[in-house]
Structures are given as C-alpha cells and as structure tokens.
C-alpha cells in the first residue's frame, strides 16, 4: 500500500513521521542550512572545500542519475544546479570530513546510525546501493517528481519506490544549495536511513537530517 509515511508538526502545527522501509517526509526546517547546535562536522561556519588531496576515487567519480517529472524549463534548470552541486559537494575533503567527524554529545556518530560508524556511512553514501536497488554503483538513482501543498512539508518518499516529491510551496523559493541538501536528504532515506517520527531534540542529529544540513552549508560555495 503506497502512502505518504507521515505528517510534521512543525511548530506545534504538523509532525514530521518516517517507517522503517526508509520512506519519510521533511519539513521547512530540513531544507535550510541552520548549523547543528552541540554538534560538530556540521556546525560552524561555512568555510571553502580544501583540495581534494586524499578522497576515496569513489567520491571524485560520484554520479546521479535523476528523472525529473512534471518540471518546467525554468524548474528543470534548477533542480539540475542542485544536482551538480551534490556531485561538487560530495567531491570535496570537507564534506568527508564533516561527515567522518560529526559529533554528537561527545560521541563521534550520529542518531539512528543502525550500528553503523561515520567512517562506514560515508562508505554507503560513496557506494550508493539504495535498498531497492541494492548495487553499489557509486551513483544516486532517483525519480523526482514536483507538487504543491500548502503546508510545511519540503519534501516527501516511501519505501516502496524509488521517486521523491517535492513541493513547489519551498522549491521555488529555495537557492540551490538548500534544495540540494533537501534532495540529499530525501536520498538517503532510499539507503535505508531513518529519522525519529515526531519533532525530538535529537531527530536533526540523525543521518538524512545532519547529513542533508552539510550538504546545503557546503553547497552555498557552489552557487
């Protein structure tokens, strides 16, 4: 049965709800790239990716392969410059830094790790083998598909399909940088990762979250 996973409440308006088949929503606060209080790899200021000296060859050849539906020209455009900036994003030390070295309470991981270390979730984002596709191909396989809802939901998916959806109410607004770290948070959903259901202090520390805010604070040096 194929439905939205959840609802967010945002504000005490809407609850932002996934299941364990790696499908999920994300609210208005997910597409922004607010540091991460208490937390480091993602806090901080923004600052330009070092050379890419020592990266995994994985992370320089890091490729999607993305469908767009129901786009326009104009939103097309956009979206592919979100695009390029994951590729240009997950080519960079920083990004692998910040991710191999996020903290939280002291303790190098994040929430909702599934027993997985930073060091072997990078690995997973460099190999790329969504649950539905289960082949390391070192490439983001994804449907996306544009829709509108006026509500605080940036984005949604399911576990039983490989498309996101997301809502033009935010899209439009977005620079390039924060719809790339709602897409790379929607993404990782599809390797299988999982955030808390309701709004908790420690749901923006887990992997699609934290990962998605690193993404979009460093992809503000690719727009």
């Known amino acids: 049965m194929k439905k939205m996973m959840a609802i967010f409440l945002m504000t005490s308006l809407l609850?932002?709800?996934c299941n364990k088949s790696g499908g999920g929503t994300s609210s208005s606060t997910e597409g922004q790239t607010t540091p991460l209080t208490g937390a480091t790899g993602a806090t901080g200021g923004v600052t330009s990716p070092i050379a890419n000296t020592a990266l995994d060859p994985l992370a320089l050849s890091f490729g999607t392969n993305i469908t767009l539906v129901s786009f326009t020209a104009d939103q097309e455009a956009k979206y592919n410059?979100?695009?390029e900036i994951v590729k240009l994003v997950v080519a960079t030390?920083?990004?692998?830094?910040d991710v191999v070295n996020f903290t939280y309470n002291?303790?190098?991981a994040f929430i909702d790790n599934k027993g997985m270390?930073?060091?072997q979730v990078y690995q997973s984002i460099l190999d790329a083998a969504e649950t539905l596709q289960p082949i390391k191909n070192n490439t983001m396989d994804l449907e996306v598909e544009l829709y509108y809802a006026a509500?605080?939901?940036?984005g949604y998916t399911n576990g039983g399909t490989k498309r996101i959806?997301?809502?033009?109410?935010?899209?439009?607004?977005?620079?390039?940088?924060?719809?790339?770290?709602n897409l790379?948070?929607?993404w990782l959903h599809k390797l299988g990762y999982t955030h808390a259901v309701a709004s908790t202090p420690t749901r923006p520390y887990s992997i699609p979250y934290a990962v998605g805010y690193i993404m979009g604070n460093i992809g503000k040096n690719f727009l």
């Open 15 to 17: 609850s932002v709800s």
């Open 81 to 83: 410059k979100a695009i």
């Open 93 to 97: 030390d920083k990004f692998k830094n």
């Open 106 to 108: 002291g303790q190098k």
């Open 117 to 119: 270390t930073n060091a």
């Open 151 to 154: 509500n605080t939901i940036v």
């Open 165 to 181: 959806w997301v809502n033009t109410k935010f899209f439009n607004s977005f620079q390039e940088n924060s719809v790339a770290g």
């Open 184 to 186: 790379f948070h929607e």
